[in-house]
């Protein structure tokens, strides 16, 4: 999977007219996202919102390009990073999940490594505020790990919203709407993970 994103070439480089649209329509996205977390710099292809807090270093948004037969599918990430906890030998991957077989249901936090027993999950769990806003969210993920070597946590979201598709056949190029009020959801609950995680 190609990121482009703070890895990737910058803009100038862009190989396709398709990472090129996808770019343009990541710049109106950001303006959602400004409305809570002030004016980003430009950092490769991604924007990059510098915190002055203790609680979060960084949040950054930015595509993850997965080739599909026909075209390609740029998926939006916001992900913030988090000093690392005092106790961070115990910090093992957690993700949100959701109760309910066929509707989606109550979300709630889970180890994502079978016998893992993360204490953060129950102090998530325990955040009604967090879970509602969880619940207002249409995610593909949400992970939350620990990052060895620069010495963070990882708060990683990936909506469904804010989206690009690009189609060779037919042509076409599809831009997926991010949900009115859904970044600052986002920001919210980040900013609630990013309180529990340095209560630790």
């Given at each position: 999977?190609?990121?482009?994103?703070?890895?990737?070439?910058?803009?100038?480089?862009?190989?396709?007219?398709?990472?090129?649209?996808?770019?343009?329509?990541?710049?109106?996205?950001?303006?959602?996202?400004?409305?809570?977390?002030?004016?980003?710099?430009?950092?490769?292809?991604?924007?990059?919102?510098?915190?002055?807090?203790?609680?979060?270093?960084?949040?950054?948004?930015?595509?993850?390009?997965?080739?599909?037969?026909?075209?390609?599918?740029?998926?939006?990430?916001?992900e913030g990073r988090v000093p690392v906890?005092?106790?961070?030998?115990?910090?093992?991957?957690?993700?949100?999940?959701?109760?309910?077989?066929?509707?989606?249901?109550?979300?709630?936090?889970?180890?994502?490594?079978?016998?893992?027993?993360?204490?953060?999950?129950?102090?998530?769990?325990?955040?009604?505020?967090?879970?509602?806003?969880?619940?207002?969210?249409?995610?593909?993920?949400?992970?939350?790990?620990?990052?060895?070597?620069?010495?963070?946590?990882?708060?990683?979201?990936?909506?469904?919203?804010?989206?690009?598709?690009?189609?060779?056949?037919?042509?076409?190029?599809?831009?997926?709407?991010?949900?009115?009020?859904?970044?600052?959801?986002?920001?919210?609950?980040?900013?609630?993970?990013?309180?529990?995680?340095?209560?630790?």
């Amino acid at each position: 999977m190609k990121i482009l994103g703070h890895a990737a070439k910058p803009l100038s480089e862009c190989r396709t007219r398709g990472d090129l649209a996808a770019w343009r329509f990541l710049e109106k996205i950001i303006g959602d996202f400004s409305q809570g977390l002030g004016k980003p710099e430009r950092e490769g292809q991604s924007f990059i919102f510098k915190e002055n807090t203790s609680l979060l270093k960084d949040v950054r948004v930015y595509y993850e390009i997965e080739r599909k037969f026909l075209g390609k599918i740029y998926a939006l990430v916001f992900e913030g990073r988090v000093p690392v906890p005092r106790s961070s030998e115990r910090f093992t991957p957690i993700r949100l999940s959701y109760s309910g077989m066929v509707k989606k249901g109550r979300p709630f936090f889970k180890d994502d490594a079978k016998g893992a027993k993360n204490p953060l999950v129950q102090r998530l769990n325990g955040n009604e505020q967090l879970l509602d806003l969880c619940r207002l969210q249409d995610l593909e993920y949400l992970r939350i790990y620990r990052d060895v070597q620069e010495e963070v946590c990882r708060i990683r979201y990936r909506p469904f919203g804010g989206s690009f598709i690009r189609l060779l056949f037919p042509p076409l190029n599809y831009g997926v709407i991010l949900p009115d009020r859904h970044a600052r959801y986002m920001i919210e609950s980040m900013k609630l993970i990013g309180e529990a995680i340095g209560a630790d």
